[in-house]
């Protein structure tokens, strides 16, 4: 991984630097566990961009992706079982950040 993809790792782990921000924004990442897809809801946006990041356990970003509306179905079909930590960015900020497990079909 990348130095900037660990430090976005590192900056959604540490809850000071998140919280500040996430009562402006409610994520609903449903169903979790999942086998297929994952379903997320972005309520009370307000960013004029929302990029997704998904890290694997090992700290690698897997996916990243462009939120352009509030809602956004997403494949995971193709992703091993595991682990998987799914971070919200506004305008290049970490706002949240969501833990999911992707399980066998």
Do not use: H, W
């Not at 921000?21 to 929302?50: D, H, M, V, Y």
């Amino acid at each position: 991984p990348s130095y900037r993809e660990l430090t976005y790792l590192a900056a959604a782990c540490q809850s000071t630097s998140t919280n500040e921000t996430i009562s402006s924004k409610s994520l609903k990442l449903f169903p979790n566990p999942a086998s297929n897809f994952i379903q997320i809801n972005i309520e009370n946006p307000g960013a004029s961009s929302n990029q997704i990041q998904i890290f694997n356990s090992y700290g690698q970003c897997i996916e990243k992706l462009d939120m352009i509306s509030n809602n956004k179905k997403l494949d995971i079909s193709r992703l091993p079982a595991g682990l998987y930590i799914l971070i919200i960015l506004e305008d290049g900020k970490v706002v949240q950040t969501e833990k999911f497990v992707k399980i066998e079909n």
